[in-house]
């Protein structure tokens, strides 16, 4: 996991310099770190960035001591797992890993909000859906017998009416999203903003 360190010490730095006090922490990989405007699409809450590139579930876990535990969080959005389908991780081990994060979070906050963001049908992906709509649909099942735990759909409204990624939601490079993209998941956010930040 060392290739991650230059992120990781960002994040770490980023959140001593914000001095945010409980915030609600977005987490994952890059299709979050990427999203800039965060804390200006969601400024009724008190969120933080800590999303860092190129990260799977395997390396959202191995960092959590670091990124996730330190900061005390009042909820915990995840966006993970697109990577390690992409570095050919089973379905059935990130549904794992995620049940892994999930189990480590609840050690220390029992109570918070833990949201998981669908894994988005990116094009540079299209290859892989069958895995990508799998894990979806194990990912659901699973955070549905956990307390306080929410399944985000973003998956089904990035698919255009011939079952093929929209492309005005995603960048030229085809993985991440566009600003349109970040649009329609801040629309999904704030519309169960109930769940996610529990207010």
């Known amino acids: 996991m060392f290739w991650y360190e230059d992120e990781v ?67 915990i959005i995840l966006y993970a797992g697109e990577n390690d389908l992409g570095d050919n991780r089973h379905p059935e081990e990130v549904c794992m890993l995620v049940k892994f994060f999930i189990d480590r979070l609840r050690e220390n906050y029992p109570d918070i909000p833990f949201t998981f963001i669908s894994i988005k049908p990116s094009p540079a992906r299209w290859h892989i859906i069958d895995r990508i709509n799998y894990t979806n649909e ?39 999203l566009s600003y349109e993209g970040y649009e329609l998941w801040k629309k999904f956010i704030l519309e169960n903003r109930n769940v996610i930040f529990r207010t």
Do not use: Q
């Open 9 to 75: 010490l960002r994040v770490e730095k980023g959140f001593k310099v914000s001095e945010k006090i409980r915030p609600a922490v977005f987490y994952g990989s890059g299709t979050i770190n990427f999203w800039k405007n965060i804390s200006k699409d969601l400024d009724d809450f008190n969120v933080f960035n800590a999303g860092f590139g190129g990260s799977t579930v395997s390396a959202c876990c191995w960092f959590y001591e670091r990124l996730v535990k330190p900061m005390k969080p009042s909820s």
């Open 138 to 176: 194990i990912v659901k099942y699973m955070i549905s017998f956990e307390n306080n735990a929410f399944y985000l759909d973003v998956h089904s409204s990035m698919i255009d009416r011939y079952g093929h990624p929209n492309p005005s939601l995603f960048n030229d490079d085809g993985l991440h």
